[in-house]
């Protein structure tokens, strides 16, 4: 990865508590924008509240690493809540499908529960539910982690599937094959 200027970029994720207010997601990521960060992913967790009430965003971009303090920086003079600013050092990522009642079972609720209890952070979603929302429904989730943690994440996605009805469709990892 490079700048535009031909230096090294890192990757970086910043986790936010954000008021449940038009324009505030907007306004939390204008100082990545401004001081040169590069979008990743967003995760706004809309349907979860933080235990002072506001709304748990994660946010991953890219910059070079002498710009990252003065977004993190920017963000705080904006009075955006940081509760956590720090390099992204997943190295490996996993995609898995869920099927079932998804939705019905609150999306949300299921995403904040893989990222808080493992060493994960949800890099893409897809959602299908052909037959409308209350109805089956399917999920890829693309996850990020660490491959010491590969395991830990897998285990708890399938037991957070197993507590929701849902159907857990795992990767196939190395040394697994089909007989």
Request: glycine residues 8%; proline residues 4%; hydrophobic residues 35%.
């Amino acid at each position: 990865m490079s700048d535009h200027g031909g230096g090294p970029v890192q990757a970086y994720t910043v986790r936010l508590e954000l008021s449940d207010e038009p324009g505030e997601l907007l306004r939390a990521l204008e100082p990545i924008a401004d001081y040169g960060g590069n979008l990743l992913s967003v995760f706004h967790e809309r349907g979860s509240l933080t235990p002072r009430g506001n709304i748990p965003v994660e946010v991953d971009f890219e910059c070079h690493p002498n710009r990252f303090e003065t977004i993190v920086s920017a963000l705080r003079t904006a009075s955006i809540n940081v509760i956590r600013a720090g390099a992204e050092r997943y190295d490996e990522e996993v995609t898995v499908i869920l099927t079932g009642h998804i939705i019905d079972t609150n999306v949300s609720d299921t995403l904040s529960r893989i990222t808080a209890e493992s060493n994960a952070s949800v890099v893409d979603i897809s959602l299908s539910a052909p037959a409308g929302t209350s109805d089956v429904s399917s999920a890829r989730l693309r996850l990020a982690t660490d491959s010491a943690d590969t395991s830990d994440v897998l285990e708890t996605v399938e037991t957070v599937a197993d507590d929701k009805d849902l159907r857990f469709i795992a990767p196939l990892t190395d040394g697994e094959g089909v007989a």
